[in-house]
């Protein structure tokens, strides 16, 4: 047999180990909950001391609060209530090992897979998935990567057996616009060069679109075409039900994006966006959402100040863009709150940092009657915390996500555990 697939094999097999053994203990409970005494952070409507009543899988009432005699009373004495964080965009559920490539599913073969749905292929038991929400993370945007139209975003709460459990109500495609800047640092590329690539791949999307709107104008007509799964993925795109998630990051190609959606009436949202500060007056009048980050990152350009990738999402935000926070990341989506923070401490402030990873990305999907803030009526995705999310030394005490009380367990505490106090010991 060959070696690849024996390394495969032992591979998953020690994953499945993990995901069943290795990082959670405790069971999911769901039932009637009142988290009592605590400061709760509504995030749209102040601060206020007091309880809140969860029943259904929803918060039922916040402040003073008269229990049901069977919910499960929680004291939150000291401690602090926050909606659950959102992270606008991951690839959590879609890889385990990087270097295992049958462990793998965020890129499809091909440039133009807008049909390759994300939701299909997360893992519920992902072993990253409880170390991200022990962090206070509850909901992600989980999206393939890859080509042109790598395929479709979906927006996950973080508990569930399935897929379809996990699916907390938003998907849309994604477009990796065109670009004729350099990709990287190392991009030897003359500036001809790059701008005939980029002139090229911009009349690829062009062609793309041009046969997405024929094939939905045919449908609409009630006429039957061959089996297109690509172009049916875009069908609702073009007729505007569908947002298109559009990864721009460049100045140029930013002011591009904006007027190819301007031009074809897309109902888009804007991610990456690095340089947004270099274009926030443009960004104001399109009226275009924003998801950017990480802020963790190197400048956008050799000339630009140390800080210039932290206080990004500030200047946006101060110049009136509508903005939400991602770490683009797979194992350490847990980093969002930190995240936040870097952008809080240089320039968009706290609460304005607690928006863009709560609210502001919850009305970006659509959803903001749903998630993002606490208030009565909405989805319980809940965190109990004895700080400041956005601090290191914050701790997770409790975390409930669409009503399900979560065991604040992962493989990291676990080991933490199990090697803090050793048992049988060894005496040398």
Not at 317 to 333: D, L, P, T
Not at 339 to 348: C, D, I, S
Request: proline share 5%.
């Amino acid at each position: 047999m060959n070696l690849k697939y024996i390394i495969a094999g032992l591979a998953i097999s020690l994953l499945a180990s993990w995901s069943m053994e290795g990082q959670q203990i405790g069971k999911n409970q769901k039932g009637s909950f009142v988290l009592q005494n605590a400061t709760i952070h509504t995030v749209t409507k102040g601060d206020v001391n007091g309880s809140v009543l969860i029943e259904d899988g929803r918060i039922s009432a916040v402040g003073n609060v008269t229990a049901p005699a069977d919910a499960k009373s929680i004291d939150c004495s000291g401690l602090h209530i926050y909606p659950g964080l959102i992270d606008g965009g991951t690839t959590l559920g879609l890889s385990e090992v990087n270097s295992v490539s049958v462990t793998d599913d965020r890129n499809e073969i091909g440039d133009f897979t807008p049909h390759a749905q994300s939701l299909t292929a997360v893992n519920p038991n992902s072993v990253a998935i409880p170390v991200t929400r022990v962090n206070g993370i509850t909901s992600v945007i989980t999206k393939p990567t890859g080509g042109m139209f790598p395929g479709t975003a979906s927006l996950i709460n973080l508990v569930g057996y399935t897929p379809d459990q996990m699916y907390a109500g938003f998907k849309a495609v994604l477009l990796n616009f065109p670009s004729s800047a350099k990709r990287h640092r190392r991009d030897r590329r003359s500036v001809e060069d790059r701008k005939k690539a980029g002139e090229k791949a911009m009349k690829k999307l062009d062609d793309i679109w041009k046969k997405a709107k024929l094939h939905a104008d045919l449908l609409s007509k009630g006429q039957k075409t061959e089996y297109n799964p690509d172009l049916d993925a875009l069908v609702s795109v073009v007729a505007g039900d569908t947002p298109l998630m559009i990864e721009a990051n460049k100045k140029e190609d930013i002011l591009a994006a904006i007027s190819w959606v301007r031009k074809n009436k897309v109902k888009a949202i804007l991610t990456g966006c690095s340089e947004g500060f270099r274009v926030v007056d443009s960004l104001v009048v399109s009226g275009i959402p924003v998801i950017t980050g990480p802020m963790m990152s190197m400048p956008p350009r050799s000339s630009d100040r140390y800080d210039k990738a932290y206080s990004n999402v500030g200047l946006m935000a101060k110049g009136g863009v509508k903005v939400a926070i991602r770490s683009n990341q797979n194992e350490n989506v847990r980093n969002l709150p930190f995240e936040a923070g870097f952008a809080a401490a240089y320039g968009l402030g706290k609460e304005e940092a607690l928006k863009a990873v709560t609210i502001n990305p919850a009305e970006i999907f659509g959803l903001g009657d749903q998630l993002g803030s606490i208030e009565a009526g909405k989805i319980a995705n809940i965190i109990v915390t004895d700080g400041d999310p956005f601090e290191t030394k914050t701790q997770v005490k409790y975390i409930i996500i669409n009503g399900w009380q979560v065991p604040t367990e992962s493989r990291h505490t676990l080991l933490y555990d199990e090697f803090l106090e050793r048992s049988p010991g060894l005496d040398k």
